[in-house]
């Protein structure tokens, strides 16, 4: 059979540091000149520890009910978002395929247009000048 001893542990019969009164102080002298929130405040990360293991741990503040649903929640919102990722860009494909097709003719058409038109200007603009530097000449052939 097994025996148990009562082990005294001396430390818990010690009196334990506890707050001080505030008779303690002399409110004369007493000025508190650090915020409450100073910077040896700070919080300290242990280097073992990153941001995805905070953030994995956080899981557990949430009921498995409820966890289930914002699971679902997520989910469903992601392949709702890359189905429309995948069909914008179908739809995008499309247009500038489409745009590429029909564009490119149409504004080859219009410059050569444009070439066509520069080009009349131009025989038109040789033809005034050629009257203006020998005025009558044509008159004279029909004799």
Same mark, same amino acid.
């Given at each position: 059979?097994?025996?148990?001893? +009562? =082990? ?9 540091p ?6 303690? $102080?002399d409110?004369?002298d007493?000025?508190d000149t650090? !915020?409450?929130? !100073?910077d040896?405040? *700070?919080?300290? &990360?242990?280097p073992? +520890?990153?941001? !995805? ?7 557990d503040?949430?009921?498995p009910? $409820?966890?289930?649903a =914002?699971?679902s *929640?997520?989910?469903t ?5 890359? *189905?429309?990722?995948? @069909?914008?860009?179908?739809?995008? @494909? &499309? ?14 058409a =219009?410059v ?7 080009q ?11 009257? =203006?530097? *020998?005025p009558? &000449?044509g008159?004279?052939?029909g004799?």
């Amino acid at each position: 059979m097994v025996q148990l001893e +009562e =082990v005294e542990d001396p430390e818990l019969d010690q009196a334990q540091p506890g707050p001080i009164p505030d008779s303690a $102080y002399d409110s004369a002298d007493f000025t508190d000149t650090e !915020s409450e929130l !100073s910077d040896d405040d *700070t919080l300290t &990360v242990s280097p073992s +520890e990153s941001l !995805s293991d905070r953030i994995y741990a956080l899981k557990d503040i949430l009921p498995p009910r $409820y966890r289930r649903a =914002v699971t679902s *929640t997520l989910s469903t919102s992601t392949s709702a978002l890359k *189905t429309g990722a995948w @069909w914008g860009g179908k739809g995008l @494909w &499309v247009l500038s395929t489409g745009a590429l097709m029909l564009m490119v003719p149409f504004a080859i058409a =219009v410059v050569e247009e444009q070439q066509i038109i520069e080009q009349e200007k131009e025989i038109k603009a040789r033809e005034g000048v050629g009257e =203006v530097l *020998t005025p009558g &000449v044509g008159a004279g052939r029909g004799l």
